[in-house]
């Protein structure tokens, strides 16, 4: 297949195999990537809001040419119930800076940009090419890979794995073991097309600004997860998705959820009379901190999803990806620069620069979040959602009832629910995990 050697070979062509082989190309060093889809954006999935910050620290000027949606204007935070949704929001009119900080994006377009990026670096890309084994030398150090098409090994001093959640090639090759059903969630979503304008009318925006909406509650069915509403151009994507495990406990469907998410008398209007004209389904990783594995090794290196970098607690996972595959750029970067070899010892190097940064800082923050939410969600995502609404719905409802007896009515409503013990301890919990 291919004769030469090659100082990087990157496997993946999501966000972090992109950032991973543009920040190494782009310096000068011989880079292949191998993309098993049939385009880079082909097999990917995400919401997808995309952090403008981690991108310019790869390309700084992306605004010229990428295929950005809508930058963000709006937030909404959405606790719901079978009727209702008690909201929390925020929009801005200094969002709309010159250099917005969030865009929605549609990954297949989005993908195949960021690959022509890396081919103009003079990086190879290969798609249709599946990694099937890591090769390895007599000390078991990982020199290079095999793939699905015709001819040998093609070799390389260090292989980066950026080869997304199910880490098949990582978990074969013993680096990793498979993240366990309650480290994942899976998602399903749908693509609903409509005009600009009917977007723009129904969430109050004008031109390329953008809102989004994060739900969670009764919805789930008691099982720990989200849903999400983003606005594109002319389409809406909208999905949800709860831990594996929750889905093989209760054997709800994920279908299902997204069919009651999608026909909640709160969702309903504001995707009435689309079209819909795609539908995918993914896992995410959201175990956090403690499901991070063995980051690197003699010859290689794990980012993005493939190492389980997801903030499930903040719905950021693109930006974790970009910055832990151009961080394991340029720790081989450097390595290279000292005449080192890619061994483990030096390439230790990379997991000291991602300490450093955001991403493992803001996952250990929430170290205890996914234990805590997924062995509670009984209470959080159907006890308390339920119990908001009620108290919103009797404070709001003026039918002559002293206020006095509508505070003691709410108070009574969530001791009966949760106890007094119980509340404190969830609060408690809830703080020490946050804090
Ligand atoms: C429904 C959903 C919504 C999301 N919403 C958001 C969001 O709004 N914002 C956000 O920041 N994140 C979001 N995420 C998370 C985000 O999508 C991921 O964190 C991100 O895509 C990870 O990038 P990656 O490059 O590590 O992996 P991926 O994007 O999954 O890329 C992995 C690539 O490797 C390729 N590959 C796999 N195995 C092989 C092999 N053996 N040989 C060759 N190629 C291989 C795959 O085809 C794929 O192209 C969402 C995820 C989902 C599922």
Redesign the pocket.
Known sequence: MIEEEFDAIV????????AAAYTMASQGLTVLQ????EY????????????ADMLEQIIPDFRDDAPLERHLVEQRFWVMDDTSHTGMQYRSDDFNEAKPNRYTII?AQF?KWFSRKVRQTGATVLCE????ELVRSASGKVIGVR?DRAGGPIYADVVVL?????G??GTRAGLRKMPKPESVAL???EMHFLPDEVIEQRFGLQGDEGCVIEAAGTISRSMAGLA?L?TNKESISL?I?CLVSDFAQTMESPYVLLDAFKNHPSIRPLIAGSEVKEY?A????EGGYKAIPQLFGDGWVA????AQ??NAIH???????MTS?RIAGEAIIEIKGRNQPMIRRNLALYKTMLDKSFVVKDLMKYKDMPALIHTNSRNFFMTYPQLMSQAAQNFMRVDGTPKIEKEKATTAAFIKARSRWGLISDVVRLALAWR
């Not at 090419?129 to 099937?132: G, I, L, Q, R, Y």
């Not at 980012?303 to 493939?306: E, I, K, L, M, R």
């Open positions: 496997v993946g062509a999501g966000m972090s195999g992109n191998l993309e098993r889809g880079p954006g082909s097999k990917n999935v995400q919401g997808a809001i995309m952090y990954r993908d090419t599946t990694v099937t793939t950026a080869e997304g959640v199910n098949l090639l998602a399903v979503k999400f983003y999905g998705g995918s993914h896992l995410i990783p980012v993005g999803d493939a970098l997801n719905r950021e996972g693109s930006n974790l990806a595959g």
